[in-house]
């Protein structure tokens, strides 16, 4: 079974719930790790505020969206020598 790599949004929501009353053991098996886990990410995460969240998932969107452009940019002269009927660069 692959691990689940949670992003940092979705820790500090983990940490949140169990401010607002839920069990770490319950945080554990609803999502899948150890409570060692949890003590680590509480530590790593201690004081980081809903805007220091809110600047997190800004940043992932930011991410994203720079992925898809790059992706776009390297994918596109490939695309138009295929409209065009040439071989790209390199291939004969």
């Known amino acids: 079974m692959k691990a689940h790599s ?12 169990n401010e607002s009353g839920t ?7 609803r999502y899948g790790f150890s409570d060692t886990t949890y003590y680590k ?11 220091g969240a809110r600047q ?10 720079l992925k898809r452009m790059y ?8 695309e138009l020598n295929d409209f065009m009927g040439e071989k790209p660069i390199g291939q004969h």
């Open 56 to 65: 997190i998932r800004k940043m992932e969107l930011k991410l994203n969206r």
């Open 71 to 78: 992706k776009a940019i390297h994918i596109e002269p490939f």
């Open 6 to 17: 949670f992003t940092e949004t979705e820790i500090i929501s983990i940490i949140q719930e």
């Open 23 to 29: 069990s770490v053991r319950e945080l554990c098996r």
């Open 41 to 51: 990410w509480k530590t790593k995460y201690r004081g980081i505020a809903d805007s």
